[in-house]
């Protein structure tokens, strides 16, 4: 194995390429500790310790300091690994730790997302923030059809995102056509389907 180049990354770590390929990151006292420099031969046995034991610790520590401030998705925390300067190689380390330990779990995440956040919300948008989460389709349907099955609870969300202008089941009959207009393209734009929207608007609940 040669280590064919050595990038900087910040003002303590530098990356580190083996035959032409990113290897991982290290501190540059690590550098210096394992004597590892352009055009040099990496020591099997160096290599093994770091891509044995140095590097996986240290993504499974980095790992649990993402997941203390706030729940994430596989891909979040991937996003966050990789960006990080971890290789995919030790990302998915960090990952199966996590999900060892039931830090990670996106069937829980989602659950908790539709729960808690999705007041005022289409399904059709609630579907498109899990996606764009990293939450598999068969997930999200799965969960849509445990928490969000009832079309009145689309109606609800109507209402919800209504009243965030300040329309009410008791005014929105003083509305003309005009801004009952302007509403409909409004809820479209939130993915709420016409037939739904429409119930609402003609006052038919």
Not at 119 to 135: A, C, M, T, V, Y
Request: proline share 1%.
């Amino acid at each position: 194995m040669i280590v064919t180049d050595i990038v900087d990354m910040d003002k303590k770590r530098r990356k580190v390429y083996i035959d032409g390929e990113y290897a991982f990151a290290l501190y540059n006292q690590e550098l210096y500790r394992y004597n590892i420099e352009v055009g040099a031969e990496l020591d099997d046995k160096v290599y093994r310790e770091l891509d044995e034991e140095l590097i996986p610790k240290r993504v499974k520590a980095r790992t649990l300091y993402i997941l203390k401030s706030s729940q994430k998705t596989e891909k979040q925390l991937y996003d966050k690994l990789t960006d990080g300067g971890y290789s995919h190689k030790y990302a998915a380390i960090g990952i199966e730790y996590a999900k060892k330990f039931g830090y990670v779990d996106d069937l829980r995440y989602a659950e908790y997302f539709v729960e808690n956040s999705c007041r005022g919300r289409s399904r059709r948008d609630i579907e498109q923030r899990l996606f764009q989460r990293g939450i598999s389709r068969d997930i999200i349907a799965q969960v849509l059809e445990e928490l969000r099955s009832d079309p009145e609870e689309d109606v609800e969300a109507v209402w919800a995102a209504l009243r965030k202008k300040s329309v009410t089941p008791e005014n929105i009959g003083e509305l003309d056509y005009e801004k009952k207009g302007k509403l409909f393209a409004y809820l479209m734009r939130k993915g709420f389907t016409a037939e739904c929207i429409g119930r609402v608007l003609r006052g038919d609940i």
